[in-house]
């Protein structure tokens, strides 16, 4: 079976208007990517803003009319938004495995290891310890370098018989990561209920879902924990520096990322009150501050 794939250049038009357009007509699928390399922040909680140049992609089955499409969008939306209508024909693939194939194991400091499914890291000296995750799940593979730059911290101190709050779990990466290497219990909080949902999920799949509480932040119990990290972005960490101090014990440690290089400074600010914190390391123009409660 072939598909038919429909690329609009969405310009001033609202893309959720869009969006719901293509459904209606028929669309199996429609996507919405950047299509200016503009990154996009963490938003504040019930916003949900896109990029300044954004690309949808819509997918028909092979039997639908791209012309037929294309003049029933003029009519909507105007010629303008149908000339930037392109189109064209997709044979069928196992477009997951397309996806997966790319990808293949990846270690971060010296035995921690983040795996597709399927796959396992090349025989080397160390045991290692393999989180099991496909990449193309929602809020985190690894890919990114403030996931990196926490699980590189995490293999180098592991949290071992530790109690361990994750806040903005996304997938439960670092997470299932800290449970791997020994966390005693670990505490997952998220805005966002899929990203609890995926969390769950990811950590009934690598067999720790024993020590794992999810829960929205307003369900988090007053009390403090061994080791906190926060892989947010610097506006909230800013706005939650008080309310995060106050869950880590004293001499406990804050694993902050997410922060851009000019932005750490202000998050030193923030958290310089409650924590000796150590100097900063840089990841493709990211950076991590790790604290000690004082």
């Not at 209508?85 to 997966?100: A, F, S």
Request: aromatic share 8%; with cysteine.
């Amino acid at each position: 079976m072939a598909w038919l794939q429909l690329v609009l250049e969405a310009g001033d038009l609202d893309v959720e208007t869009l969006s719901d357009w293509f459904e209606q007509h028929g669309a199996v699928s429609v996507t919405l990517v950047d299509a200016a390399d503009q990154p996009l922040f963490e938003p504040d909680p019930g916003t949900t803003p896109l990029w300044s140049a954004t690309r949808l992609t819509a997918m028909f089955e092979e039997d639908a009319s791209a012309e037929s499409l294309r003049g029933q969008l003029a009519q909507t939306f105007g010629e303008a938004a149908a000339k930037r209508l392109t189109h064209n024909r997709l044979e069928d693939r196992d477009w997951e495995r397309v996806w997966l194939d790319q990808f293949q194991p990846m270690q971060f400091g010296e035995r921690l290891w983040v795996c597709p499914a399927g796959m396992l890291p090349p025989r080397g000296d160390e045991t290692p310890v393999i989180v099991d995750l496909d990449p193309g799940l929602a809020f985190g593979t690894g890919t990114h370098a403030t996931t990196a730059l926490c699980l590189e911290w995490l293999d180098a101190h592991p949290p071992q018989g530790q109690d361990v709050l994750d806040y903005g779990c996304g997938s439960g990466i670092l997470a299932i990561a800290a449970l791997k290497l020994g966390a005693a219990e670990l505490w997952a909080v998220d805005i966002d209920q899929q990203a609890l949902l995926s969390t769950r999920d990811n950590a009934t799949r690598n067999a720790v879902e024993a020590g794992l509480h999810t829960l929205l932040p307003a369900d988090l119990p007053t009390r403090t924990f061994d080791l906190l990290l926060a892989n947010i972005l610097a506006n909230p960490l800013i706005e939650l520096a008080a309310d995060l101090a106050g869950h880590v014990r004293p001499g406990g440690d804050i694993v902050l990322s997410g922060i851009l290089a000019d932005q750490a400074d202000a998050v030193r600010t923030a958290y310089t009150p409650w924590f000796h914190l150590s100097d900063t390391v840089e990841k493709d123009g990211w950076v991590r501050l790790h604290g000690k409660r004082i």
